[in-house]
């Protein structure tokens, strides 16, 4: 079963400060995905990363930047935290197949002071 | 922008009862049409999935019903469960190259007891 693990569940930030979540995926699946959840506005497509070193903007890459040195692992980092970056992110990796399922971790709540 | 518009955005409905969520879509260029599940505390999870070339494809008691030419497609859930209390995202994409899930922003179902 696949399985993708983010490093925190719950996490408080001041602003200003340097924020890095980790995600990790255990099937060798070639696409990985940063995702974050407000609650109105759904899953927003923040960054993806179709191979080690590629890294592609999503819909609201504004304010984010990400990291895949290797294959397995998938960083979001916020250079600069805000509080308007207080939300859900959720991490995803799918297989790289026409429609292979996401799958995402169970996320990390990010808290901006 | 591409968009899928969801609706309602929460639904409550008797143990019993059929749930009904509802999605429409812009981009006619859309191919992949899946249903994630999402409980409380923990990421989306596939639920059911159709492609273009059908109208309707039934999982257990899920029920996807789809409309080409209205461009439109809707999960209907029979006999529901308090267990299928969660949150449910539509979501759309290309079925070629590199294309990513463009997500509907969610609907909270309650299944009362």
């Known amino acids: 079963d696949v399985k993708v693990t983010q490093s925190s569940r719950y996490l408080v930030k001041r602003t200003g400060e340097k924020v890095f979540l980790e995600c990790v995926q255990d099937?060798?699946?070639?696409?990985m995905f940063w995702y974050r959840q407000d609650p109105g506005l759904g899953l927003r497509l923040i960054y993806f990363?179709?191979?080690?070193?590629?890294?592609e903007k999503g819909d609201i890459p504004e304010g984010y930047s990400v990291s895949r040195e290797k294959k397995e692992r998938f960083s979001l980092i916020l250079e600069s935290a805000s509080t308007n970056q207080t939300s859900m992110y959720l991490c995803?990796?799918?297989?790289?197949?026409?429609?292979?399922?996401?799958?995402f971790g169970n996320g990390t709540r990010l808290t901006v002071t | 922008q591409q968009q899928v518009k969801q609706s309602p955005q929460s639904l409550i409905v008797q143990k019993g009862g059929i749930s009904i969520i509802n999605c429409a879509y812009e981009?006619?260029?859309?191919?992949?049409f899946p249903w994630y599940q999402q409980f409380p505390g923990k990421g989306p999870a596939l639920l059911i999935a159709?492609?273009?070339?059908?109208s309707e494809k039934k999982e257990g008691r899920f029920t996807i019903s789809f409309n080409k030419s209205a461009k439109q497609f809707s999960l209907h859930i029979m006999d529901s469960q308090p267990g299928d209390s969660a949150t449910y995202f539509c979501?759309?994409?290309?079925?070629?190259?590199?294309?990513?899930?463009?997500f509907g922003k969610g609907t909270m179902l309650l299944v009362s007891p």
């Open positions: 995803a990796s799918e297989g790289g197949w026409n429609n292979s399922p996401l799958h």
């Open positions: 099937m060798d699946h070639e696409n």
């Open positions: 990363s179709y191979d080690v070193k590629m890294k």
């Open positions: 981009n006619t260029a859309f191919d992949y």
């Open positions: 159709i492609r273009p070339d059908v």
């Open positions: 979501a759309a994409s290309l079925n070629s190259g590199y294309s990513t899930l463009t």
